[in-house]
């Protein structure tokens, strides 16, 4: 079964940082293309970071440039979002995306999501 | 960056109704469109890509068109498995964003 498993969610005060981990399963992990996904309470989809299948190359929302980092471990077959200096308008469900890399970014495959609230 | 425009934000509608959602680009995406369907609390699920190409496994009652900035995302019989948010994305530049959303509800 095709599967993304996203955690490390949870309660962080602003300023503070959390790290998200995506674990996937069911298909060649190391050749799709990652994504971060990000939903506030409420709101519409808003993408967050990419990370090409080998590493090499990752783009951001100019919101967290600077503050996220998003890496990858093939042989884990896991993505991860580093937070940092994080605020309350980055309260929202985090989904990790696969996309294939066949073409234009689409995001084929999702997470369930996991929580990340940002409050004092 | 690409500002994506969704219409309507909702709309009620019935069974076997056929509708018809809206996206348009800021500026020119060529066909570089995508739609998800998503339903509450859950993850989105991908329907179309490059505006008009169905990917697999979803039910030939979606159809999407357009190309350039104005593009349409249409259920030709709405199904009670239907209802849901549904969200066009470009993938034209780096910098990716999904338009805001339309809620398509029961009359």
């Known amino acids: 079964e095709v599967q993304l498993v996203e955690s490390g969610g949870g309660l962080v005060q602003p300023g503070g940082s959390l790290r998200l981990s995506c674990a996937a399963s069911?298909?060649?992990?190391?050749?799709?293309?990652m994504h971060w996904v990000r939903q506030g309470p409420g709101k519409g989809l808003v993408w967050v970071s990419r990370?090409?299948?080998?590493?090499?190359?990752?783009s951001y929302e100019d919101s967290v440039k600077g503050r996220f980092t998003i890496s990858r471990d093939n042989a884990k077959n896991t993505v991860y979002l580093q937070m940092n200096s994080l605020r309350a308008d980055d309260t929202a469900v985090y989904y990790c995306?696969?996309?294939?890399?066949?073409?234009?970014?689409?995001?084929?495959?999702w997470g369930q999501g996991t929580v990340v609230t940002v409050s004092s | 960056d690409i500002q994506m425009t969704q219409s309507p934000s909702s709309l009620s509608a019935s069974v076997g109704d056929r509708v018809t959602i809206t996206c348009r680009a800021s500026?020119?995406?060529?066909?570089?469109l995508n739609w998800y369907q998503q339903k509450p609390g859950k993850a989105p699920k991908f329907l179309i890509y490059?505006?008009?190409s169905l990917q697999s496994g979803v039910p030939s009652r979606f159809s999407g068109s357009g190309s350039g900035t104005d593009f349409t995302l249409t259920i030709s019989s709405l199904q009670p498995e239907d209802f849901a948010t549904y969200y066009c994305?470009?993938?034209?530049?780096?910098?990716?964003?999904f338009g805001g959303g339309t809620k398509v509800e029961m009359k």
């Open positions: 490059a505006a008009s």
């Open positions: 995306a696969g996309d294939p890399g066949r073409g234009p970014d689409v995001f084929d495959i």
């Open positions: 069911g298909f060649t992990f190391s050749s799709y293309w």
């Open positions: 994305q470009q993938s034209y530049s780096l910098s990716l964003t």
């Open positions: 990370i090409k299948n080998d590493g090499s190359s990752t």
């Open positions: 500026q020119s995406i060529a066909n570089y």
